[in-house]
């Protein structure tokens, strides 16, 4: 006999943008049964780890928001960091997900054992919960670059998500590795109030020069006063980033080819020094590496005090930076904007599912999951954000959304008796990774550039098809995909 309502526990690791999420829904539909585990002392994920200067997030702020919590208040077009971390905290508080929230509690362990989940974390909790959601984010475990004589350097030197607010900046010849979405934003933010300012780069990116411009407070006011306006501007913004994201899995696309060229039109117009243009040209296709969004990082590696460093580096000195062609380039502050371990997932959590079967062993070659939330013999574990899915410039936000949305209609099966354990089988991942993998020859990130969109095959690890394929298959889990117990 199916128990009906079955009470479910549920363990929400990670409380950034997308364990807040899954907290909110949960309590909507009434499921207080829950704890969201976070090993920092504060939500807010990525928005929390990364306090650069010029931090800014290059999705329009509407569509970087919860669909049904629209902010009239969001001061730009694309908002800086800080204003996305208030953001988060603000909607947090208002659905009341705080008190939900263990901090400081980080889990090191997850085993399904007699058909729940046994979780215990780095200071010994232990819990039992009958659903898992991994809302541990993408982005944030660092990338370190392993560098000969790091340790020796004598100034300040620190990883671009780990911020040390307490390096004075002012007046110091300052060295930046990099050239990501991180490291440009950086450039521009600084290059005024530093002597002087190095970039390394090895690699040069293509730039999209696009302008930032205030939201005026005619509009504020217009969105306070009706909010549904800015639900539209989010569902239109929303259809207007799909073109982007389609132009991308098509690589010969008009649309592509339309992107490059303001790229290259960028380039060629804005920089002036023919020497200096040609170490700025990326000798790759725009778009097969994150797109870089950026109006003012060519005006400000052209300021006199700023230079473009091309030259690989050799080593760190206790003075600075050495490079292949014997130059010292002494720093004060070096900061690393060398990106993050982007195949980390969940990881090093100790995570093991049916039988014993561990995650070190079903990742053994590489992470993956059914439409990027499920692994086969891993019941009731789901993933928010999981591997290769969609990637790009665009929010993160849709993504989680509409990922829950199809994890609580598995959850509502275990909560109606007609399954106690459900995940992926073999075959639906099998023929879902050979498709995407089939599909993804045809993308841009696959035109020869080295990005972290890339798997250790060199196959994106992302979504090859339109983002209009993801929502569809989002509608509803298919019931040859799912193995019900
Ligand atoms: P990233 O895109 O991975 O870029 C890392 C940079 O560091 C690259 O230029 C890389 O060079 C360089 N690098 C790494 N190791 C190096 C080494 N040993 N020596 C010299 N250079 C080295 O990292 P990110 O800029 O932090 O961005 C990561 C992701 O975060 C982005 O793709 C984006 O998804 C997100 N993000 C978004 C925003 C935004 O919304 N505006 C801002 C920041 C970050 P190569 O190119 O040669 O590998």
């Given at each position: 006999m199916p128990e009906k309502n079955r009470p479910l526990r549920f363990a929400i690791i990670g409380a950034g943008m997308a364990g807040i999420l899954s907290a909110i829904r949960l309590r909507e539909l009434g499921l207080d049964e829950f704890t969201v585990y976070e090993?920092?002392?504060?939500?807010?994920g990525t928005w929390r780890d990364n306090t650069y200067p010029?931090?800014?997030?290059?999705?329009?702020s509407p569509l970087y928001s919860y669909s049904f919590a629209p902010n009239?208040?969001?001061?730009?077009?694309y908002s800086p960091g800080g204003e996305i971390q208030s953001y988060l905290e603000g909607v947090a508080r208002e659905h009341g997900v705080e008190r939900f929230m263990r901090f400081g509690?980080?889990?090191v362990s997850a085993r399904f054992d007699d058909g729940r989940w046994q979780l215990e974390s780095a200071s010994g909790h232990r819990d039992t919960a009958d659903v898992v959601i991994?809302?541990?984010?993408?982005?944030h475990r660092p990338r370190l670059p392993?560098?000969?004589?790091?340790?020796?350097?004598?100034g300040a030197v620190f990883h671009s998500a780990r911020?040390?607010?307490?390096?004075?900046?002012?007046?110091t010849r300052f060295g930046l590795i990099g050239t990501g979405s991180t490291g440009v934003q950086i450039v521009s933010a600084l290059v005024d109030r530093v002597a002087r300012l190095s970039l390394f780069q090895r690699t040069a990116q293509w730039i999209m020069p696009l302008e930032n411009p205030s939201y005026s407070e005619e509009e504020k006011a217009a969105w306070r006063k009706e909010p549904a306006r800015a639900v539209e501007l989010h569902r239109n913004l929303g259809e207007l980033f799909s073109v982007f994201s389609n132009a991308i899995v098509d690589a010969d696309s008009e649309r592509m080819k339309a992107v490059e060229q303001m790229c290259l039109d960028n380039l060629e117009n804005n920089v002036h020094d023919p020497i200096l243009r040609e170490r700025l040209r990326p000798n790759y296709r725009a778009g097969c590496k994150r797109l870089v969004i950026s109006p003012d990082f060519y005006a400000a590696i052209q300021r006199p005090h700023a230079e473009l460093v091309n030259?690989?580096?050799?080593r760190v000195e206790p003075e600075g930076v050495r490079t292949a062609d014997g130059r010292l380039h002494p720093l004060d502050v070096l900061v690393l904007a060398?990106?993050?371990?982007?195949?980390?997932?969940?990881?090093p959590m100790q995570i093991t599912g049916r039988g014993g079967r561990t995650l070190a062993e079903e990742w053994r070659l590489r992470p993956s999951a059914y439409l990027s939330i499920s692994i086969p013999e891993f019941p009731n574990l789901f993933m928010l954000?999981?591997?290769?899915?969609p990637v790009g410039n665009f929010s993160l936000i849709e993504v989680a959304e509409l990922q829950l949305g199809y994890i609580l209609q598995l959850a509502a099966r275990l909560r109606s008796g007609e399954a106690r354990e459900i995940c992926s089988t073999r075959e639906a991942l099998d023929t879902f990774e050979a498709a995407r993998t089939e599909a993804a020859?045809?993308?841009?990130?696959?035109?020869?550039c080295k990005s972290?969109?890339?798997?250790?095959?060199?196959?994106?690890?992302?979504?090859?098809?339109?983002?209009s394929h993801f929502i569809d298959e989002m509608r509803?889990?298919?019931?040859?995909?799912f193995e019900l117990r």
């Open positions: 090993k920092a002392d504060r939500l807010g010029g931090l800014t997030c290059d999705v329009p009239p208040e969001w001061s730009r077009h509690e980080e889990v991994a809302a541990t984010g993408v982005l392993a560098l000969e004589g790091l340790d020796t350097f004598r911020w040390d607010h307490s390096v004075a900046l002012d007046g030259e690989a580096i050799t060398t990106g993050f371990q982007t195949d980390a997932f969940m990881r954000n999981g591997p290769n899915g020859r045809t993308t841009i990130w696959m035109t020869g972290w969109y890339l798997d250790d095959r060199g196959v994106p690890a992302s979504w090859p098809w339109p983002f509803a889990p298919r019931p040859d995909a």
